[in-house]
């Protein structure tokens, strides 16, 4: 059975299961080079049904994770009905009237919940038609029978993707999902066993930590849905005893009613940068970074506290774009009442889409067991016709030297013994926004000074930002204080470090609180990358190596040998590997 799976949202993505395991899935800002592309992911669906060596026609069902799409994010480029149109139009007047709402919603926050009754009426009556014209517009596209395509609630689809992805898809667990909104709503608690789901409570996007977070991201300057981590980073820099504080300022702004195990706020939250003016005007950017980030980590483990103390289940499972926060993450792995915890990787919107292909899947047979995942290497592999042609281009190039490796992990990992900085492009493209080790930038994580270069020479990175380590499997407790509530193999919770990990993962980590986000390195999930941190080892006596992604600032991570021959021209690296050939610049 094959389950095509569809999201054309913020940074949209196609997936494909075969008999409910995921076999291929990518987002479309790879093929296109645009961050976080919207709309129809048209090259990430022909890829996945490449890779399973299938046409649109023996596909059994195409699913999307989502209910209803406002207008403007609708998924035919071209060809809108005239109606769309209009509503298109109507979009900057509609825009005026809310903002003036908005503003006496600020004012008398009793009027919030007659602004919910409006938003849900519009969102319904104008959802429910433009998901009739979407459907019809992709099953048109795929050329096959709309009652093929099926569609699920956002948050259940995130859920789904959690705890279908997880070691304990076969037991009762504890599943939460928080993101800034998705079908009306911001975060769910739900239970799963197997089949079964109870949905125990859902917050509504007017409550939206995630949306919060994404204002205050806005706030500072920087790009909201995309540059939260940078706030995250920016936050161990400000003055504890300053953050406290000022904390008491800003914490009633987002409460926990643990009744009803869901996020109450007086304010709307999509009128939150009002309140961020009005009282933040004049405080200094790393404090109101150092204060937000109190707020989302205080205000998620006491609700993840007040669900297991209200379920009593342990075994805990978490997705949405809130759960990126790897800080938050760590906070939450930190508690003593969990027993077991997993976070999809990513646990973002790109995500969600397997979850509703997971739902689907188990909608049609039941009984079916689905297999954990084990890595997300679901990218395209080094096209053997892309990398010739890449090869014949740059060996008649007087710039260029070209060799052909004999031992290509021996070769990297005696550059980057030697202080330099090494971009790979090999094997299968990871899923999700952190690179594994196939698109990566690799250099020796105790040397501070590769820092610099690197971003001197590609990433350009704001200054307060921590790069990462990618550590062998049996080195991991040498250099990390964990909790082994949840596997790392990831790069999606932060773990404090060891005296021996400060010293020889320095260039790797948090530079003032010495965090780290590591990915942990099994021999069976990539056994290339597995040999290059050996190989390492054996020179230097580190068992890791500083691992960031392989693109140019403000570009996704590259997708194969076009776009790394790009990224390293256009940047001052001056070695490139891709699978085994080394390119130099002269």
């Given at each position: 059975?094959?389950i ?7 940074n949209?993505t196609?997936?494909?299961l ?5 076999i ?15 709309g ?15 046409d649109?026609?023996?596909l059994?069902f195409v ?11 609708s ?15 109507l ?12 503003k006496?919603?600020f ?9 919910r ?14 998901r009739?014209?979407?459907i ?27 705890y ?5 898809n ?19 608690v739900?239970?799963?066993e ?18 919060l977070y ?14 939260e ?6 936050a ?13 300022r ?5 409460t926990v ?21 009005s ?39 978490l ?5 990126m926060?790897?800080?938050v ?7 003593a009442?969990i ?6 990787p ?37 096209s ?31 550059l ?33 000074a590769?820092v ?15 790069f ?10 040498d ?8 596997d ?12 021996k990990?400060?010293k ?28 290059i ?49 080394l390119?130099?610049?002269?």
């Amino acid at each position: 059975m094959y389950i095509l799976g569809i999201y054309y949202g913020h940074n949209s993505t196609a997936c494909l299961l075969k008999d409910g395991q995921i076999i291929a899935a990518a987002s479309e800002e790879r093929f296109t080079g645009i961050k976080n592309y919207k709309g129809l992911p048209k090259n990430a669906l022909s890829y996945v049904l490449s890779e399973a060596k299938i046409d649109s026609a023996k596909l059994d069902f195409v699913t999307l994770s989502f209910t209803y799409m406002a207008p403007i994010h609708s998924v035919s480029q071209t060809g809108k009905s005239s109606l769309t149109n209009l509503l298109l139009v109507l979009t900057t007047p509609f825009q005026l009237i809310r903002n003036f709402w908005g503003k006496l919603a600020f004012r008398f926050p009793s009027l919030i919940k007659i602004g919910r009754m409006f938003y849900l009426f519009s969102i319904y009556t104008v959802g429910k038609y433009t998901r009739y014209q979407e459907i019809n517009f992709i099953a048109n596209f795929l050329k096959i029978d709309k009652n093929k395509i099926k569609l699920f609630d956002h948050h259940l689809s995130h859920a789904a993707s959690a705890y279908y992805a997880s070691p304990f898809n076969q037991k009762r667990a504890l599943v939460l999902t928080l993101d800034g909104e998705g079908d009306s709503f911001s975060a769910s608690v739900n239970i799963f066993e197997d089949d079964k789901y109870t949905v125990l409570a859902k917050t509504p996007r007017e409550s939206s930590l995630g949306m919060l977070y994404a204002w205050v991201t806005a706030f500072l300057g920087m790009k909201p849905n995309e540059h939260e981590y940078k706030v995250m980073g920016l936050a161990p820099y400000a003055k504890k005893e300053d953050v406290d504080k000022l904390y008491k300022r800003i914490e009633h702004i987002i409460t926990v009613d643990d009744k009803n195990l869901r996020f109450e706020s007086p304010l709307n939250m999509s009128d939150a940068l009002r309140f961020l003016n009005s009282e933040l005007r004049h405080i200094r950017f790393d404090l109101i970074a150092g204060i937000f980030q109190k707020l989302l980590e205080e205000k998620i483990t006491y609700w993840v506290e007040s669900t297991i103390e209200r379920t009593k289940i342990t075994t805990l499972v978490l997705a949405g774009g809130v759960f990126m926060n790897v800080k938050v993450n760590q906070r939450v792995a930190n508690l003593a009442n969990i027993n077991e915890l997993f976070i999809i990787p990513p646990p973002s919107d790109e995500s969600s889409v397997i979850g509703s292909s997971y739902l689907t899947y188990k909608q049609i047979i039941p009984q079916a067991k689905i297999p954990p995942i084990q890595q997300i290497y679901w990218g395209p592999g080094v096209s053997k016709d892309e990398l010739d042609e890449i090869i014949r281009k740059v060996e008649k190039s007087k710039f260029h030297k070209v060799t052909k490796l004999q031992n290509p992990g021996k070769k990297i990992a005696k550059l980057i013994a030697g202080g330099e900085a090494v971009a790979r492009c090999s094997g299968r493209m990871e899923f999700g926004p952190r690179a594994l080790g196939n698109r990566s930038i690799l250099a020796d994580p105790r040397n501070i000074a590769v820092v610099r270069v690197i971003n001197d020479q590609v990433k350009n990175r704001d200054f307060w930002m921590p790069f990462a380590p990618s550590i062998l499997e049996e080195r991991f407790d040498d250099y990390v204080v964990n909790s082994r509530k949840c596997d790392p193999y990831y790069m999606i919770l932060a773990y404090d470090t060891t005296e021996k990990g400060k010293k020889e993962l320095r260039a790797a980590m948090h530079q003032y609180d010495f965090t780290i986000r590591p990915q942990m390195v099994k021999k069976e999930h990539n056994p290339m990358y597995y040999n290059i941190i050996k190989e390492f080892e054996k020179l230097t006596g580190v068992g890791a190596v500083l691992n960031t992604s392989f693109n140019l600032h403000g570009f996704p991570i590259v997708l194969g040998p076009k776009q790394a021959l790009y990224t390293f021209e256009n940047s001052g690296l001056k070695h490139l590997v891709i699978e085994d050939y080394l390119i130099q610049k002269k």
